[in-house]
């Protein structure tokens, strides 16, 4: 019998119109569901479905992404 390793993603939310985006950084697999819970669900499909192929490359352990906030100004838009 195999035993599956577990493996440990990041995954990213956001909402778009109606329906929430899940994406593995690492991998750039992502899904979508109408709930975040949903999003996530069937991001974690998506990964086990595209870990599967033989040839897939696991990134080794590393550090997750570090996620945040960056704050541009639009273009020919003056802000007081």
């Known amino acids: ?17 109606a329906i929430y985006v899940a994406l593995c950084p690492e ?20 990964l086990e479905l595209y870990l599967e192929d033989e040839d897939v490359e696991v990134p080794s352990k590393a550090e997750g992404p570090i996620v945040t906030i960056v704050k541009v100004n639009e273009v020919g838009v003056e802000f007081d």
Not at 3 to 13: Q, R, Y
Not at 27 to 46: F, I
């Open 1 to 17: 019998m195999q035993v599956a390793n577990t493996l440990e993603f990041s995954a990213v939310v956001w909402r778009e119109a």
């Open 27 to 46: 991998l750039d697999v992502a899904s979508q569901g109408k709930s975040v819970e949903e999003a996530l669900r069937n991001l974690k499909e998506a």
